[in-house]
C-alpha cells in the first residue's frame, strides 16, 4: 500500500508547487492558505504585480540601487496568496515554502490568519525575522517549521 500524505505535507505540496510559478532566479517561495475546513482559500508566489512584464524587470539584481534591483517590484507569496484569497481568512493557516518576512507578517496577521507552516528559514536571525517573530508572537499567531520533502515532477 502507498504512503498517504498528512495534510500539512499536502498543502506544503501546494505551496512548494505554487513556488514553481516563480520566475525569481534565486528563490522561488510558495504560499497555501487554509481554512479551518482543511480547503484551500488562496495560493501564491513571488512575482510581479499583474501588468508588469517580466522582462522588463531587474530579477537578477540584489545589490546597488534599490530601483535598479527585484525588491522594490517583486510582491511575495504570501501577499499573493492573501489578495488572492476566496473567502475572509480569520483563523486560517498559511503553509509557506520560506518563513515569513517582516512585511508579510504584518499582513497576515492583519489578515487574521492564526499559524504559519513553513518549511526553511533562509533568513533566520536577521532583522527581518527577528522582527517578524516579535511580532507573531505579540499577536499571538502561531508558527511551527515543518521537516523538509521532495516534491518530484517528472517531465
Known amino acids: 500500500m502507498s504512503k498517504v500524505i498528512s495534510w500539512d505535507e499536502y498543502f506544503m505540496g501546494v505551496a512548494k508547487l505554487s513556488a514553481f510559478r516563480s520566475k525569481d532566479p534565486n528563490t522561488q517561495v510558495g504560499a497555501c492558505i487554509v481554512n479551518t475546513d482543511k480547503k484551500i482559500v488562496g495560493v501564491g508566489y513571488n512575482g510581479l504585480p499583474w501588468g508588469c512584464e517580466d522582462d522588463e524587470f531587474p530579477w537578477e539584481a540584489r545589490d546597488g540601487d534599490l530601483e535598479k534591483t527585484k525588491y522594490p517590484y517583486v510582491v511575495h507569496a504570501e501577499l499573493n496568496a492573501i489578495l488572492n484569497s476566496t473567502q475572509d481568512l480569520k483563523n486560517c493557516k498559511i503553509y509557506v515554502s520560506l518563513f515569513p518576512c517582516h512585511e508579510c507578517t504584518k499582513a497576515i496577521i492583519q ?26 508572537d505579540a499577536a499571538g499567531v502561531k508558527y511551527t517549521k515543518m521537516p523538509p520533502f521532495d516534491i518530484i515532477i517528472k517531465e
Not at 111 to 136: C, N, P, Q, V, W
Open 111 to 136: 489578515s487574521g490568519i492564526k499559524e504559519i507552516i513553513y518549511e526553511d528559514e533562509k533568513y533566520a536571525g536577521t532583522s527581518s525575522d527577528l522582527a517578524a517573530k516579535r511580532m507573531l
